[in-house]
């Protein structure tokens, strides 16, 4: 498998004089031909691409999403117009590019042997020794080998993490609100109400936007939340209420809110008993 390659980039480099003239003839999109020419580079032996090719601008026009006659305008004229390429008979590069390339390996090549020259000690020169100085400066490349192999191993698993992460969303089915703070795909809401029936999944449903909106709580997954914790509470409101997965039916005075303090709420059960119920114990219920 190919590796993942990386370059610097400087943060501003849209303010580049010759990318600012480049960018006044082809715009934003002339800046994004120039972005993917420099990540072929990259990508090509040497950090030159060839155009010896009768059909090679067929291949550049491909990657830039252009006619061949433009890549070949916009090619030769960040040769010869913006001097943002250079080029010889036979490839074209940039310079930038192959001046930061060309440094960045001197600097591997040299941790590289450094390591090297660390691993493969076989014992431990004295203290003060010039052997030991040449060991330290050693110890410090090495270490700075390590340090950058590391680097680009968390850079590379990073990016392979956003595009699952990315694949994951594009397979992921679309949520529908059923409440204002409850989303759940259709196929789980189905799944509750084949589960549950749809009395039950009304209720909790009810329960969790109730609960998400005055606790301002969020969650993954509101299908999970629901399975989790959900689905007891309303058995235990069954249980509570005889069986029924709605709220208990009341009779009382209904035009008094629920913050007056002379209010009471006659139940009645199904074993017809009667029982009034006071504001904390209401409260409590639902």
């Given at each position: 498998m190919k590796e993942a390659?990386?370059?610097?980039?400087?943060?501003?480099a849209r303010h580049d004089p010759k990318i600012t003239a480049m960018r006044g003839v082809y715009g934003s999109e002339g800046y994004g031909w120039y972005w993917i020419l420099v990540e072929m580079m990259r990508e090509s032996n040497g950090y030159k691409l060839d155009m010896r090719s009768k059909y090679a601008y067929y291949a550049f026009a491909s990657q830039m999403q252009c006619d061949s006659e433009m890549a070949h305008k916009f090619i030769q004229d960040c040769i010869t117009e913006f001097d943002l390429f250079a080029a010889d008979a036979t490839h074209f590069w940039s310079a930038s590019l192959l001046r930061?390339?060309?440094?960045r390996e001197r600097k591997s090549e040299k941790a590289r042997k450094s390591a090297e020259a660390r691993w493969g000690k076989k014992t431990a020169p004295d203290k003060g020794s010039s052997e030991s100085t040449g060991n330290d400066?050693?110890?410090?490349?090495?270490?700075?080998y390590a340090d950058e192999s590391k680097n680009d191993a968390l850079k590379e698993s990073k990016v392979k993490e956003s595009k699952r992460n990315k694949n994951k969303l594009k397979d992921s089915p679309p949520k529908i609100k059923f409440a204002e703070f409850v989303s759940l795909t259709q196929v789980e809401y189905d799944k509750l109400i084949s589960t549950h029936s749809e009395e039950r999944t009304k209720r909790m449903i009810e329960i969790l936007d109730n609960?998400?909106?005055a606790n301002n709580k969020k969650y993954a997954s509101d299908y999970r939340a629901i399975l989790n914790w959900v689905v007891k509470r309303v058995e235990e409101e069954e249980r509570r209420h005889g069986g029924s997965?709605?709220?208990?039916?009341?009779?009382?005075?209904?035009?008094?809110g629920y913050?007056?303090?002379d209010r009471k709420i006659t139940r009645y059960d199904q074993t017809s008993n009667v029982r009034e119920f006071s504001d904390e114990e209401l409260a409590g219920l639902i």
């Open positions: 390659y990386y370059f610097s980039h400087d943060s501003n930061r390339m060309q440094e400066e050693c110890d410090l490349d090495a270490n700075a609960y998400k909106g997965s709605g709220l208990p039916k009341y009779q009382g005075d209904s035009k008094k913050g007056g303090s």
